[in-house]
């Protein structure tokens, strides 16, 4: 470490003196700025300079007001209480202790400034949105200081009126005499407590940015406020204040700040008994209790609703009296907005989406003409299966209240996307931004980056950059700030996009399918890069992103020059970095593979090759002794997965061993990409070499470490199989893959069917045996036994009616034809050629000549294929020679094993019963043991 430099002794380092002279006209400089600042700032006024003291006044807390007013016996005698009162918190506690002696003359003078009380109310709310609460409650402390001084003043002079021999006056502060000139201060004092002043320092505490410290402070304010006497027993001068309405708001704005439901359902309860006569419940009342449920430790969504479902009840009854005339007479959509507030925080996102839905609904009947409506509105759950949670618009009691619901804004949309966010429904989440866009509501910062984060994680591109849009255009209109954003602190409003949304929007386009969104990702990137402001630059993650993209699309070159340019602009690459760089070399060498394998013949194996080999490269240089970054088991599986595409299973299993070596732990990823380096070699060996790995590497470790194959490794195991014409073993690991409860999907199902459909027929084995168990393995894609979501697709049905024709079964060809097309797949006409030429083939001329009619119903024209014109026309050549018609009473069989079926029973494959099988000649135990 080295050691900090100290100027003037001599533990500096070595040359720190040259360091030092060298800067010596820097610091000068700067030493010279500070003294104009100071010069500067000295013709401020007496009222910036009183301002300026009070940053070390003290803290207001329960004990601190009374204080003010009470005598040093009383002040002992509380401080003694405030030593034993066990149920303070720490914190409280602390700051109780550091509380000063007030000092009157100090009080005094701070109001001396002002003329009104006006005056001294607009800066005591100043100092509050500004987070300056100690300064604001000094103010206000202040008046109560001077009133019971102006207290004392009054009796002495009354007291001098009444004798004849007058006495100067002196005041006193705790028996101590105070200064002379406080006396006209005093009497020339045109300020005095009120009910405003009271309101905006209990605003203040609200505002504070430690507000479960001034919570009580609050309440010791208005407790002491409208009590008419003192805390000594002597009446006030000004005596007691009368709170109203905006007193309770500020109160409860403390208790929804702290989340205190306890005090803000006390308040709510004591203000609907009529215990404040005088004061009418309004709609920010009932919303800030919301709020204070909504920021409750334990959240309660059922009451956050009670007390909604009661507000807009009882702010509809006194809507229809006289006194309330105003927009607050209606539950308004802030209360609305806390509500589905509190379900996002509780993730209840269904519940969120319903109550929008109902606000949706209901306030369209009762808008204006010309307001955006949503024209088709699909809510998110049945309206059959919806217990609606405005219960009081379907209460027959209060049908003949005049109930307004207000309509949804952009907060109540992106309060329901943050709910949808939390939850992690994305579909839904877009639904609702779509949604909100046609009704009419723009949708703010929070809520486009929270349609970006669902298009980012769903890798829809292209809505990505439209949200990206709307987002660009945010700070085209002049949006007022609102008073809680002018609280010090207030997170306030996005703009213009920031780099989140930037990250996001390529993030999605890493994303898209295929990454054929690739260059607008690096786009975006140069955005970021061109960006004028400093909160747009990119940084890493952004760099990742764009890099990422590369990979899916196998730019490999692309994301190497990324990472140059990152080092250009000093971004250190990460281990994530580089781990994307080496997948986009795997993914780049996997489309050179399947381009070659598609005969294109001017890809040599080497250009597969290459950047495999630039992956490898990239990995050395990682495992450098000089490296900083190392590479971990997530940039060994990209390594692994470069040399199975690259066609190198040595190198795969080589990097096994290393890994293993730099201490770590193989994944169900690793073990899955070796066994694609097997699948794309065709070793079967290899592949139950895998298996025996994975086997070892679990024995001696818990169960919850194990690691189970999957159906990744089963399904590349089986295509290895399939590509080394070992079919039987294809069919036993799709035995041994459900019977360890897993799912295979259709894909696999179909790669069982080809490897039999396409396997050599064993001189030991029947011939009949591989095309039956196909259809075997068919049959339980068709039937209830399928696992989720498997159902056979047009590549299974043109794999067995190919098979079927090659072996003479045309009967179960054309049986496949007609379930195709009621699964609703029109087979290609190449089936119809292929089922007719095994008619013929089997000597049954008269069903290849009722197949080709047909074809008519599927829009095919037999004549227009050669084959089956020669074949139809052979067809009626045999039936002039036996002198017999073309009728649907053929009673001819076709010749081939296993299968013998009359015309009229063509539908081999119906599912008649109910278990999904037929009585026909197949494998029963084979079957019963796939049945899933």
Same mark, same amino acid.
């Given at each position: 470490m080295v050691p900090r430099i100290?100027?003037?002794?001599?533990?500096? /380092?070595?040359?720190?003196?040259?360091?030092?002279?060298?800067?010596?006209?820097?610091? $000068?400089?700067?030493?010279?700025? #500070?003294?104009?600042?100071?010069v500067c700032l000295l013709p401020c006024t007496t009222c910036a300079f009183q301002q300026c003291k009070l940053a070390s006044?003290?803290? *207001?807390? @329960?004990?601190?007001?009374?204080?003010r007013i009470k005598s040093p016996a009383a002040a002992a005698a509380t401080s003694v209480e405030t030593t034993q009162n066990p149920t303070r918190t720490p914190r409280i506690q602390k700051t109780t202790t550091q509380i000063q002696q007030p000092s009157p003359e100090h009080d005094i003078e701070l109001l001396s400034i002002y003329k009104s009380n006006k005056r001294l109310e607009n800066n005591i709310v100043r100092l509050g949105r500004m987070g300056r609460t100690e300064q604001a409650l000094q103010l206000y402390q202040a008046i109560w200081t001077l009133d019971s001084l102006k207290d004392q003043y009054r009796r002495i002079v009354q007291k001098n009126n009444k004798s004849d021999t007058k006495t100067p006056i002196q005041l006193t502060w705790n028996n101590e005499p105070l200064s002379p000139h406080l006396s006209n201060l005093i009497s020339a004092s045109k300020l005095r407590p009120t009910t405003r002043l009271m309101n905006s320092a209990i605003d203040a505490c609200a505002r504070a940015t430690r507000p479960q410290i001034h919570q009580q402070t609050a309440f010791d304010i208005y407790h002491h406020a409208i009590s008419p006497t003192n805390p000594n027993g002597s009446k006030k001068w000004a005596g007691a204040l009368s709170p109203n309405?905006?007193?309770?708001?500020?109160?409860?704005?403390? #208790?929804?700040?702290?989340?205190?439901?306890?005090? !803000?359902? @006390?308040? &709510?309860?004591? $203000? %609907? %008994?009529?215990?404040?006569?005088?004061?009418?419940?309004?709609?920010?009342? =009932?919303?800030?209790?919301?709020s204070a449920v909504e920021r409750a430790d334990v959240l309660d969504v059922d009451l956050a609703l009670e007390v909604l479902n009661n507000a807009t009840v009882a702010l509809a009854g006194r809507g229809e009296g006289s006194k309330s005339n105003n927009h607050n007479a209606v539950m308004g959509v802030v209360g609305y907005n806390a509500a589905i507030s509190t379900m996002a925080r509780a993730m209840e996102w269904k519940m969120a989406s319903q109550l929008l839905d109902e606000m949706i609904i209901h306030s369209h009947s009762s808008t204006k003409p010309g307001l955006h409506s949503i024209v088709n509105w699909e809510t998110s759950v049945p309206e059959e299966e919806m217990e609606p949670l405005l219960h009081v618009l379907h209460d027959e009691r209060y049908k003949d209240l005049n109930i307004v619901v207000p309509k949804p804004d952009e907060v109540t949309f992106g309060t329901v996307l943050a709910a949808c966010e939390r939850s992690g429904e994305w579909e839904e989440l877009l639904r609702i931004a779509k949604a909100a866009i046609e009704y009419g509501v723009k949708l703010d910062g929070m809520a486009l980056t929270s349609s970006l984060h669902a298009c980012q994680q769903l890798g829809l591109a292209g809505e990505a950059l439209d949200y990206l849009e709307l987002m660009k255009q945010l700070g085209d209109e002049d949006t007022p700030i609102t008073r809680g954003r002018q609280r010090m602190g207030a997170k306030q409003k996005l703009q213009r996009p920031d780099a989140v949304a930037y990250r996001l929007a390529i993030s999605a386009c890493a994303r898209a399918p295929g990454g054929h969104r690739w260059q607008d990702g690096v786009r975006l990137l140069n955005e970021m890069r061109s960006s004028k402001y400093d909160d747009c630059a990119p940084d890493v993650v952004a760099y990742t992103a764009a890099i990422a993209g590369c990979s899916e699309a196998?730019? =490999?070159? !692309?994301?190497? /020059?990324?990472?140059?340019?990152?080092?250009?602009?000093?971004? /250190?690459?990460?281990?994530?970095?580089?781990?994307?760089?080496?997948?986009?070399?795997? !993914?780049?060498?996997?489309? &050179?593979?399947? @381009?070659?394998?598609? %005969?294109?013949?001017?890809?040599?194996?080497e250009d597969v090759r290459l950047p495999m080999t630039r992956a490898l490269k990239l990995l050395e240089a990682m495992k450098a002794p000089t490296s900083t970054i190392k590479p971990n088991i997530v940039t060994y599986n990209a390594a692994i997965r470069a040399c199975a595409e690259g066609l190198n299973l040595a190198g795969a299993f080589d990097l096994l061993r290393q890994l293993k070596e730099d201490g770590l732990k193989p994944t169900i990823v690793t073990y899955g990409s070796l066994m694609t380096a097997c699948e794309r070699m065709g070793d079967v060996d290899a592949a139950s070499k895998v298996f025996r790995m994975v086997k070892e590497g679990n024995e001696g470790n818990d169960d919850d470490d194990d690691i189970r194959p999957n159906e990744i490794i089963y399904g590349a195991a089986i295509s290895c199989c399939r590509k080394a014409r070992q079919p039987e073993r294809a069919l036993l690991l799709l035995r041994k893959m459900i019977s360890d409860e897993l799912s295979p999907n259709t894909a696999t199902f179909n790669t069982v069917v080809a490897a039999l459909a396409e396997g050599k027929p064993d001189s030991k084995i029947d011939n009949n045996v591989l095309w039956e168990k196909a259809l075997a393995v068919f049959k339980v894609m068709k039937s209830k036994h399928a696992p989720p979501g498997v159902a056979p697709n047009r590549q299974t049905y043109n794999i067995?009616?190919?098979?079927?024709?090659?072996?003479?079964?045309?009967? =179960?060809?054309?049986?496949?034809?007609?379930?195709?097309? @009621?699964?609703?797949? *029109?087979?290609?006409v190449d089936l119809y050629t292929l089922t007719v030429r095994s008619y013929e083939r089997c000597g049954n001329p008269m069903k290849a000549l009722r197949l080709m009619e047909s074809m008519r119903e599927v829009g095919y024209h037999f004549y227009e294929v050669k084959m089956l014109d020669d074949a139809f026309k052979n067809g009626v050549k045999i039936l002039n020679q036996v002198g017999r018609g073309f009728t649907s009473q053929d009673t001819s069989t076709v010749r081939g094993p296993f299968f013998s079926a009359d015309d009229d029973d063509m539908d081999y494959f119906g599912d008649d019963e109910d278990d999904g099988y037929d009585d026909d000649d197949y494998d029963y135990q084979l079957l019963n043991s796939l049945k899933y």
């Open positions: 100290r100027i003037g002794r001599r533990t500096a /380092q070595a040359g720190s003196r040259a360091h030092l002279h060298k800067n010596k006209h820097a610091i $000068l400089f700067q030493l010279a700025a #500070c003294l104009l600042a100071v006044s003290p803290i *207001i807390t @329960k004990h601190s007001l009374q204080r309405v905006f007193t309770f708001g500020a109160l409860l704005a403390c #208790c929804a700040r702290n989340g205190d439901t306890v005090s !803000s359902l @006390k308040l &709510l309860h004591e $203000l %609907e %008994e009529d215990k404040f006569p005088d004061i009418v419940l309004n709609g920010v009342i =009932y919303s800030t209790v919301i196998g730019e =490999y070159t !692309s994301a190497m /020059q990324l990472i140059q340019t990152m080092r250009q602009e000093g971004i /250190q690459p990460n281990v994530v970095t580089f781990s994307a760089v080496i997948n986009a070399c795997a !993914s780049a060498s996997a489309n &050179l593979a399947r @381009k070659r394998e598609e %005969e294109d013949r001017s890809i040599a194996m067995l009616v190919r098979c079927l024709a090659a072996n003479l079964q045309p009967g =179960y060809a054309e049986s496949l034809l007609n379930a195709m097309r @009621k699964d609703g797949f *029109i087979p290609d």
